[in-house]
């Protein structure tokens, strides 16, 4: 079982929409959890973490951990074409927030 | 803005040259930094582990006399891929946890996209 699995997607959703975006783990010690936005050819960028079970919100962004069913997902409201990207899903190792393991992403297309 | 920044962006380079990455945590000082590696079409796969004033890290697979690794200082850790070839060409990405904490999150730099032909 790999440890960090996402849907590769590609997402499609029209502009306005919420994108939902979902992710598993297998380590049930993991205590953080990350979302990473890319962009085509640029380097990461943090959009959110969350350590407790339940929803975590910052502006368009909601983060939900659910540690029982070990899954973490990221809610985008009102989809803007410029969230267009591939979105990371990161969980540390062992614990630890030093050594993090990605999904392989989920490349989100937001149409005009 | 940037709280680590990474150096030099792009690299293109004949096959057997050695090239230098630096990276450094802005405005915090980083005991730990992590070098990552990305082929296109795939997610980041870490390969080492940075340490202010210890060796490198190294996860299993990489070879640490090809990928040089110095954290000489609290704000600076070099990678060097020593005489690179071909499949080398990658993009390149260091981070590090804000202030060392490890409850925070891992800032990215730039990144550096390598070309070896």
């Known amino acids: 079982q790999k440890e960090v699995e996402q849907n590769s997607g590609p997402l499609s959703v029209p502009e306005g929409a919420i994108a939902s975006l979902n992710c598993t783990y297998s380590?049930?010690?993991?205590?953080?959890f990350f979302w990473y936005r890319q962009y085509s050819g640029k380097s990461p960028e943090l959009i959110m973490f969350?350590?407790?079970?339940g929803d975590k919100e910052d502006g368009r962004f909601t983060a939900q951990l659910n540690k029982a069913s070990q899954y973490v997902s990221l809610l985008i409201r009102d989809s803007q074409p410029s969230d267009s990207a591939t979105y990371l899903c990161?969980?540390?190792?062992?614990?630890?927030?030093?050594?993090?393991?990605f999904g392989k992403g989920t490349l989100l297309t937001v149409n005009p | 803005g940037a709280v680590v920044s990474q150096h030099p962006s792009r690299v293109i380079c004949k096959s057997g040259t050695s090239v230098k990455i630096e990276c450094r945590s802005l405005?915090?000082?980083?005991?730990?930094m992590f070098w990552y590696r990305q082929f296109p079409k795939q997610s980041l796969m870490l390969m080492a582990t940075?340490?202010?004033?210890?060796?490198?890290?190294?996860e299993q697979g990489v070879e640490k006399d090809k990928f040089l690794i110095n954290h000489a200082s609290l704000t600076l850790s070099t990678l060097t891929v020593t005489s690179a070839h071909p499949e080398d060409s990658s993009f390149y990405i260091c981070?590090?946890?804000?202030?060392?904490?490890?409850?925070?999150?891992?800032?990215f730099g730039d990144g550096t996209r390598l070309s070896i032909l």
């Open positions: 405005d915090f000082q980083a005991t730990t």
């Open positions: 969350i350590y407790s079970n």
């Open positions: 981070s590090a946890n804000r202030g060392g904490d490890s409850n925070q999150p891992q800032h």
């Open positions: 990161a969980v540390p190792r062992g614990g630890s927030n030093y050594k993090l393991t």
């Open positions: 940075s340490n202010e004033g210890s060796k490198a890290t190294y």
């Open positions: 380590d049930r010690g993991s205590q953080s």
